[in-house]
């Protein structure tokens, strides 16, 4: 029993290398200029330890996203914690998602290789599992202020996060990325004021 456990150890310790050694390969060099020897040397693994977790590039990029995705889940998760009401709930994930587009690790891998690399559909269905129940969340919290009325919840969730998207895309692209993050906050917010009890 205690070998069997040191082997799922052992295999937990070898996937988490080969995963961070994803992440830093794929920022630097993009998907389709990485490799999976790369990988496997910058893991110091065997190649072979490599496909033992991951049947393939996209299987390892795909791990490489979600591992992006959870990082942004908690660092917005923190901001959010320490909110004292709703709406500056809200502006604190959307300043902490914003400023997370500019990483270059995020903006690489999340931005622009992973709807491509991943397919759309595909990257949409892990980007709504990590954060559209959070939006939702969000926008049942500014409904309960009695500030806010929110039409077909799901809907605005799925607009806003849309939105969010492409205001975070905008950043990174951008040539002056902390002009264009004051100004995509500034759109994102005023769509949220757009809810607002008249």
């Known amino acids: 029993m205690t070998g069997q456990s040191r082997r799922d150890e052992y295999a937990e310790q070898t996937r988490v290398a080969v995963v961070e050694a994803a ?3 794929f920022a630097a060099n993009g998907y389709a200029a ?12 065997a190649k072979g330890g490599v496909y033992h977790h991951f049947a393939n590039k996209a299987e390892l990029f795909e791990a490489a996203f979600i591992a992006m995705e959870e990082r ?6 923190v901001a959010i914690d320490g ?9 604190s994930g959307i300043d902490v998602f914003l400023a997370e587009c500019c990483e270059p690790d995020f903006r690489r891998i999340a931005l622009l290789d992973a709807p491509i690399a991943l397919g759309w559909a595909r990257w949409k269905e892990i980007d709504e599992r990590f954060f559209l129940g959070v939006i939702a969340g969000a926008l049942d919290d500014l409904a309960s202020t009695g500030r806010y009325e929110i039409p077909d919840r799901d809907l605005t969730a799925r607009v806003l996060l849309a939105a969010l998207a492409e205001a975070g895309l905008a950043a990174a692209v951008a040539r002056k990325p902390k002009a264009e993050v004051k100004r995509a906050k500034a759109v994102i917010v005023r769509m949220l004021h757009g809810l607002r009890v008249a």
């Open 23 to 25: 992440v830093s390969l």
């Open 34 to 45: 990485t490799t999976i020897d790369a990988v496997a040397a910058k893991a110091r693994v």
């Open 72 to 77: 942004l889940l908690a660092r917005v998760t």
């Open 83 to 91: 909110a004292t009401d709703a709406e500056q709930m809200v502006v």
